[in-house]
């Protein structure tokens, strides 16, 4: 999907896209329903971190590690600290929350950011993650997996603090 399709996609989701694409030129984002062209995965930051990796490796790390393994639209939120993977409309009636993660449906709405919107920053702290090639969504398997993985690596992390903590005690 080009750029321009994936603009009047994501506009289109819209009831009046000419306001969606006024508001990314003014403003760099827009905020978008959910449920009837896309539905979206909210995913802590905390735990994506765990599933790719060292996160001193630095955002742009981050980001090109979500590019690869979930091939498809994730949008970073970096005031709310989360990251939002874009899956098919009506993902949500499978999806099964864990570890603090949610699929959103109909009935919610969502910050887009402008396509062009690649980076955090003080004017642009929703930015796009990872944009990816065709299809135009995130493969939910491989976003469950992704969760799986993080959630695992978190309660990893969580159990070796405690057995540090237990021995210390001791001592």
Do not use: K
């Not at 993902?91 to 709405?109: M, N, P, Q």
């Not at 159990?159 to 903590?165: L, T």
């Amino acid at each position: 999907m080009t750029r321009r399709t994936m603009a009047d996609w994501l506009a289109g989701s819209h009831a009046r896209p000419e306001q969606v694409r006024a508001e990314w030129r003014e403003r760099g984002v827009a905020v978008l329903p959910i449920g009837s062209a896309f539905d979206a995965v909210r995913l802590p930051e905390q735990l994506v971190h765990a599933a790719v990796g060292d996160r001193t490796l630095g955002q742009a790390y981050t980001d090109f590690a979500l590019e690869v393994h979930l091939d498809g639209p994730v949008i970073h939120d970096g005031h709310g600290r989360n990251y939002y993977a874009l899956v098919p409309a009506g993902t949500v009636a499978a999806w099964r929350s864990a570890a603090g993660v949610e699929c959103l449906g109909l009935g919610t709405h969502l910050g887009v950011p402008a396509l062009d919107v690649h980076e955090y920053g003080p004017t642009h702290p929703v930015y796009w993650a990872a944009v990816g090639p065709q299809p135009a969504y995130c493969d939910p398997a491989s976003v469950a997996l992704l969760v799986r993985i993080g959630a695992a690596r978190l309660a990893e992390a969580a159990e070796a603090a405690e057995a540090a903590e237990a021995a210390q005690a001791v001592q």
